[in-house]
Nanobody, 116 residues
Framework: QVQLVESGGGLVQAGGSLRLSCAAS????????IAWYRQTPGKQREWVAV???????NYANSVKGRFTISRDNAKNTMYLQMNSLKPEDTAVYYC??????????WGRGTQVTVSS
């Protein structure tokens, strides 16, 4: 079992930055990939960024060049650095972890609100 807890959300003006954190606990030794998703009311959860166990990354076109996914293995924590934020980035952000046996875990989410 893996538990994920996000933090770092909040209210920021357009053009500002936030860094989201996701602390993992439990059986984190068999990670296949980590990712961030986001969701706005009435819409499906949207993939934002992913990092494989080997460290390769990929981003949704809407955030490419502005967001950076990273992890600190020593702290069992993943991050999403968000720069040049736009009002359309407003959402609840969720961290996601997939193990090598393809079990999937989600955090409870953290709200990010970008004012214009």
């Amino acid at each position: 079992q893996v538990q994920l807890v996000e933090s770092g959300g909040g209210l920021v003006q357009a053009g500002g930055s936030l860094r989201l954190s996701c602390a993992a606990s439990g059986s984190t030794f068999s990670i296949n990939a980590i990712a961030w998703y986001r969701q706005t009311p009435g819409k499906q959860r949207e993939w934002v960024a992913v990092m494989s166990s080997g460290g390769s990354t990929n981003y949704a076109n809407s955030v490419k060049g502005r967001f950076t996914i990273s992890r600190d293995n020593a702290k069992n924590t993943m991050y999403l650095q968000m720069n040049s934020l736009k009002p359309e980035d407003t959402a609840v952000y969720y961290c996601n972890l997939v193990t090598k046996t393809f079990s999937t875990y989600w955090g409870r989410g953290t709200q990010v609100t970008v004012s214009s």
